[in-house]
């Protein structure tokens, strides 16, 4: 059997919905792993969640809240839950583990494919890309035909033809050849497409296939360890709703 790559990220510490997502490459027969970033923050368990991670022994870039978790700096650009989160993360991690995210790369390019959290324009500033401007802005710096990305929560793909940007739903797509792709593979632990199942990609590169997975897994089990962490409510609640 062929490679197939599993490509995760924005796990935020939900170990309900990263369990189910690593059951699912075993079954789907994934032979490598990628990471997007954004291990932790939001949700309660950033320790079970990193150690996971890292025995997958896989490329993983920094996301903006392993990059604050790590880095002790301002949180006065994070909205008030996502920085109380921050706050408690901060605390439950070691100082091995907190070095671990702050020597995490922006970006990696691998046997053709580039990982990055945010874009890669300034990856450092985790700016969003929600529409074609910002893909194209993104498309001027990737050097690679295909860039796998997350942080928006929000599963999308991005190709860049001649004439321009286009966007193609997030389904089972074949890339073509002499595009270029900028594939948002969604989140595992807090999806905000207002579909809450945890979500991820499986890519095949000798067809070219691309394959998002949506998991049902147990939302109500994390919330419980949310409310029991004493973090916000709004972190657990909005795991019901994909938002
Ligand atoms: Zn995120």
Request: aromatic share 8%; net charge negative.
């Amino acid at each position: 059997m062929g490679r197939l790559i599993a490509i995760l990220g924005d796990i935020h510490a939900n170990l309900d919905a990263l369990n189910v997502v690593l059951d699912d490459c075993r079954e789907q027969g994934v032979t490598e792993y990628l990471c997007t970033g954004d291990v932790v923050g939001y949700c309660a368990c950033p320790h079970e969640c990193l150690e996971i991670i890292r025995n997958l022994g896989c490329p993983v870039v920094k996301g903006n809240h392993d990059h604050y978790v790590a880095s002790q700096q301002s949180l006065e650009d994070f909205n008030p839950h996502a920085a109380a989160g921050v706050m408690w993360t901060r605390g439950q991690l070691n100082g091995e583990e907190l070095a671990y995210l702050n020597d995490l790369p922006f970006t990696v390019t691998k046997m053709g494919l580039t990982l990055v959290h945010s874009t890669m324009d300034h990856p450092e500033n985790f700016g969003y890309v929600f529409d074609n401007q910002q893909a194209e802005t993104n498309f001027i710096r990737q050097k690679t035909p295909i860039c796998f990305h997350g942080h928006t929560h929000c599963p999308m793909i991005y190709e860049k033809q001649m004439a321009g940007v286009y966007r193609i739903d997030p389904q089972d797509v074949v890339l073509r050849a002499g595009r270029k792709y900028f594939i948002n593979v969604g989140s595992v632990g807090q999806p905000r497409d207002g579909d809450p199942r945890a979500t991820y990609v499986i890519y095949e590169p000798l067809s070219r296939k691309v394959v998002y997975r949506r998991l049902n897994y147990d939302i109500a089990a994390a919330q419980a360890r949310i409310r029991e962490a004493g973090l916000p409510e709004r972190l657990a609640e909005r795991l019901s709703y994909g938002q």
